[in-house]
């Protein structure tokens, strides 16, 4: 991966477009590391884009009540969230 200047904004908001939670971070970090301090207060649904994709965080947060939605990548395969 090669250089990335800046910062990336990472947000939280509810159905009414109220912000929940923010948090700013460098531009090299990955975008799933602040996602589990963003959403620990939160319960319901949580969706994200294809850079947010991981397994283990959706494991991580259904743990936490919250159902972490994001469109599969082509190249997976199908799988259903165990309860």
Avoid at 25 to 38: A, I, K, Q, S, W
Avoid at 53 to 61: K, N, P, T, Y
């Amino acid at each position: 991966m090669g250089w990335f200047y800046g910062f990336k904004l990472h947000l939280i908001v509810n159905h009414h477009g109220d912000i929940l939670a923010l948090k700013v971070t460098p531009g090299n970090v990955d975008d799933r590391e602040p996602v589990r301090e963003l959403s620990k207060e939160l319960t319901g649904s949580l969706y994200g884009d294809k850079g947010y994709l991981s397994q283990e965080l959706a494991d991580d947060l259904a743990q936490t009540s919250v159902t972490f939605i994001t469109k599969k990548r082509r190249n997976m395969k199908a799988y259903m969230q165990s309860e």
